[in-house]
């Protein structure tokens, strides 16, 4: 098979038919873009537009980034979707419910997050909880350690949220420090790169390769909205792993992942707009839009449950942080109060 380089294994291999080898090829969608699919193999690129047909089916069974995928011997055609390892899905907010997937065939992602004031906890779950849903082994790279005062306070917050996710605080622009991730940037494995735009995926991408691969950019503070990463591609490092970089999400039209949950619960949310009391706990309050809807069927009570549930978790997850902030704050000022005593008992000493 001429796709070594793109982390091909016997697993997929598995999966093909004597006349996938004998009548077409195997390659591995390596990018997205808007006029079609880019495909590879060690030795062939071509991009090719997704045919009508793909469209009658369900987005889950579409070709995505990191797909391997079966296609003429002339790469002109997709022809099929071979089975994942793995794979990224969202449920996207809309109107009716659908599924968007990221990417497929990772092993490992990195969650990438940065020491300043774009940390989220909520965020960070978000992401962990997209990379255990594709059974993806998560690890969290808190970015800009050398740009903040208080680096290991990061780490703590994120340490808060991320179970036994290993936390990894770097400076993505320093060779030697990002040297400590190559535990998790083996060769044949493919690595994805998660988190929002402006906060060093591509930089890291570019640090780990030696060499500058991607774009990068301005941040999200300096320029809000703008996004350097257009589209998702997956890229070769010398050591012979593959490195997805994806887009903050927010270009990728998740906005629900980075804004908050009304969005992906907004059907629900939408019926308790209608309730009569705007603090309607859906209960037993009269003229209760949520009860109303969920007795005749349009609500179903799993969902209603799981938006509890969802909302529960953030409010734990606010409060336990701003508990935390609350503390630090206070032992930073019990901290300088005590060296201004000192500094008056023995001025000009330290
Ligand atoms: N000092 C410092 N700057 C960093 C670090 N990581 C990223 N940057 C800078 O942050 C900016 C944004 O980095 P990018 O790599 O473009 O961010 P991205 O996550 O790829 O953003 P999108 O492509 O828009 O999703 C660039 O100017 C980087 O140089 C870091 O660890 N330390
Ligand atoms: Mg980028
Ligand atoms: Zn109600």
């Excluded at 093909?16 to 060690?42: F, M, P, Q």
């Excluded at 690595?191 to 941040?219: F, I, P, Y």
Aim: hydrophobic letters at 35%.
């Amino acid at each position: 098979m001429d796709l070594t380089t793109w982390g091909w294994s016997p697993v997929y291999a598995q999966h093909l038919t004597l006349e996938d080898y004998e009548s077409s090829a195997v390659a591995r969608v390596v990018a997205i873009h808007r006029t079609g699919h880019v495909v590879a193999t060690d030795s062939r690129q071509a991009q090719i537009p997704l045919g009508g047909a793909w469209y009658q089916r369900p987005t889950e069974e579409r070709p995505t980034v990191g797909d391997f995928v079966v296609v003429d011997h002339a790469f002109t055609r997709i022809d099929r979707v071979i089975p994942r390892k793995s794979v990224f899905k969202r449920l996207a907010a809309g109107s009716k419910l659908d599924v968007q997937l990221i990417g497929a065939n990772v092993d490992t992602v990195f969650v990438v997050t940065s020491c300043n004031e774009e940390f989220n906890a909520n965020r960070l779950q978000r992401y962990l909880t997209l990379a255990r849903d594709a059974s993806v082994e998560p690890v969290v790279v808190l970015t800009k350690a050398d740009l903040a005062d208080n680096p290991e306070e990061y780490a703590d917050f994120a340490r808060r949220v991320s179970g036994d996710a290993v936390i990894e605080p770097v400076n993505a622009l320093d060779q030697d420090d990002v040297a400590r991730l190559m535990e998790w940037v083996r060769a044949g494995d493919t690595l994805a790169l998660l988190g929002s735009s402006g906060v060093g995926k591509s930089t890291l991408l570019n640090t780990l390769a030696g060499e500058e691969l991607q774009d990068t950019g301005g941040t999200m503070a300096d320029d809000r909205g703008r996004h350097t990463t257009t589209h998702r591609s997956l890229h070769q490092l010398q050591n012979g792993a593959i490195v997805l970089d994806v887009p903050g999400m927010r270009e990728l039209g998740l906005v629900a992942l980075e804004e908050g949950l009304d969005e992906l619960y907004d059907d629900v949310e939408a019926i308790a707009a209608t309730c009569r009391f705007s603090n309607c706990q859906h209960d037993t309050e009269p003229g209760c839009a949520i009860q109303a809807a969920i007795d005749d069927g349009r609500l179903e009570e799993e969902r209603l449950n799981a938006y509890y549930k969802m909302q529960r978790e953030e409010r734990r997850h606010t409060e336990s942080l701003a508990e935390q902030h609350h503390r630090s704050r206070q032992f930073s000022k019990r901290v300088k109060s005590m060296m201004k005593q000192r500094e008056k008992m023995f001025p000009g000493r330290h």
